[in-house]
């Protein structure tokens, strides 16, 4: 990539939506380093030498779970001095045979990149996603299930933070003090 920034969208939906196996193959070969490593919560790709075969092997594996594949990139953030970029996806990935209909999933893909000869290269992928985002592309009805459980544990920590308040472990001194004074304001 040249500009990597403005090239990304196109590369990623080469990467993981391509028509063919071909385009998808080619795809790695030019865009992807030799020795790339990958990053996801239920697989990793070690980087080393035939880490990128590997690597399109978990794509490839990607594609036949899901023979359809809608995936957008919302967001591009090219940190240039570390050569990283930083994407917002949204994705509707449907596993085959599946009854579930499939549901949006948001994740972030963080890419380091690696110049050779003033083209940028793939070197590492990471995708973080929120939990309730994983199981949408899994079992998508349990998404709310998932959000429903992330709701009460929210709950569940506030209740003990104030019991533990109550018994002296972390207790705020001068709160009345202080709750109205913003960081940034103005002290004589």
């Not at 939906?13 to 028509?19: D, G, I, K, M």
């Not at 690696?114 to 998404?143: C, T």
Request: with cysteine; net charge neutral; charged share 20%.
């Amino acid at each position: 990539m040249q500009s990597p920034a403005s090239e990304v969208g196109a590369v990623v939906s080469l990467l993981t939506a391509a028509a063919a196996p071909e385009i998808q193959k080619a795809a790695f070969l030019k865009y992807v380093t030799p020795d790339a490593g990958f990053r996801h919560p239920i697989c990793h790709v070690i980087p080393g030498p035939g880490s990128r075969e590997r690597l399109l092997g978990v794509y490839q594996w990607y594609r036949i779970m899901s023979p359809h594949i809608d995936i957008t990139v919302k967001s591009v953030v090219h940190d240039q001095t570390n050569n990283t970029l930083l994407l917002d996806v949204v994705q509707h990935f449907h596993i085959r045979l599946s009854p579930f209909k499939p549901a949006p999933s948001r994740l972030l893909v963080r890419l380091t990149l690696r110049e050779e000869n003033g083209l940028h290269y793939i070197a590492f992928q990471e995708d973080f996603y929120h939990p309730d985002d994983f199981m949408s592309l899994l079992v998508p009805p349990l998404a709310p299930v998932i959000r429903t459980g992330l709701s009460v544990t929210s709950i569940v920590s506030d209740i003990y933070a104030r019991i533990g308040q109550l018994l002296g472990f972390w207790t705020p001194r001068g709160a009345h003090e202080t709750h109205h004074a913003g960081l940034y304001d103005k002290t004589d």
